[in-house]
């Protein structure tokens, strides 16, 4: 599956999780994926996340890593710290951003089904 499907993905996923609407922020945050030569942006707030194809500095988390890495994250394979120990991402951004990032990611990874 392609980043862009995985994050198309988790961006449905939040928005039909109505109970995470109180943690989301009135301002739009940016969060901007770059792996290899590629890029993906979204802006999540109490609006819902939308793609967008410009940031805004000043609100923008910015997660570095290789595709698969990112993949793991988005699928909710590894934790966003767990990742960052493993040096398999870097994240620029503030703290409090970092950490709701982190709640979204854990809180909207996919169901499983136990085989």
């Keep these: 599956m392609s980043m862009d499907e995985l ?3 988790f961006v449905e ?5 109505k109970h995470l609407l109180p943690i989301l922020p009135e301002e739009a945050l ?3 994926f770059q792996w290899e030569e590629e890029e993906m942006i979204f802006s999540i707030s109490k609006q819902g996340m939308h793609r967008k194809w410009e940031v805004d500095e000043q609100k923008a988390v910015t997660i570095y890593g290789t595709k698969e890495a990112l993949k793991s994250l988005v699928d909710g394979e590894l934790k966003l710290q767990q990742q960052l120990r493993l040096k398999e991402i870097a994240v620029f951004g503030s703290f409090r951003h970092i950490l709701l990032l ?3 990611f854990h809180l909207a990874k996919p169901y499983r089904h136990a085989s």
């Design 102 to 104: 982190e709640s979204l």
């Design 13 to 17: 996923r939040v928005n039909a999780l």
């Design 7 to 9: 994050v198309k993905q």
């Design 30 to 32: 940016y969060v901007c």
